[in-house]
């Protein structure tokens, strides 16, 4: 499954970055759908994800109120909406499939080249 994602660069402390991820169509419809990071010299982590009709969504804490998930499976889309961005939210961000609902990253069968996002102080 090829994912591309798109959307990262260099922003300011405080400011917004809008990330997206295209996704095959026979997959996307039926998936949950996962954004992580990797930040230099860490392990990747979870960010946030959503249920394959954007029904559902979870984030971890360091995020929420920050970051919003979305989806629009007509255009085989998943987005997630940066705001307040800190100097800590700088790594590599991943999008990534799963068939069920879970933050485990090993659930997640595919997964598109990251996007870097740099968030400078």
């Known amino acids: 499954v090829q994912l591309q994602a798109s959307g990262g660069g260099l922003v300011q402390a405080g400011g917004s970055l809008r990330l997206s991820c295209a996704a095959p169509?026979?997959?996307?419809?039926?998936?949950?759908m996962g954004w992580f990071r990797q930040a230099p010299g860490k392990e990747r982590e979870f960010v946030s994800i959503?249920?394959?009709?954007?029904?559902?969504?979870y984030y971890r804490d360091s995020v929420k109120g920050r970051f919003t998930i979305s989806r629009d499976n007509a255009k085989n889309t998943v987005y997630m909406q940066m705001n307040d961005l800190k100097p800590d939210d700088t790594a590599v961000y991943y999008c990534?499939?799963?068939?069920?609902?879970?933050?485990?990253?090993?659930?997640?069968?595919?997964w598109g080249r990251g996007t870097l996002v740099t968030v400078s102080s």
């Open positions: 990534a499939v799963a068939p069920i609902f879970t933050t485990t990253e090993e659930s997640f069968t595919s």
């Open positions: 959503i249920s394959w009709n954007g029904g559902t969504t």
């Open positions: 169509e026979y997959t996307f419809s039926t998936s949950t």
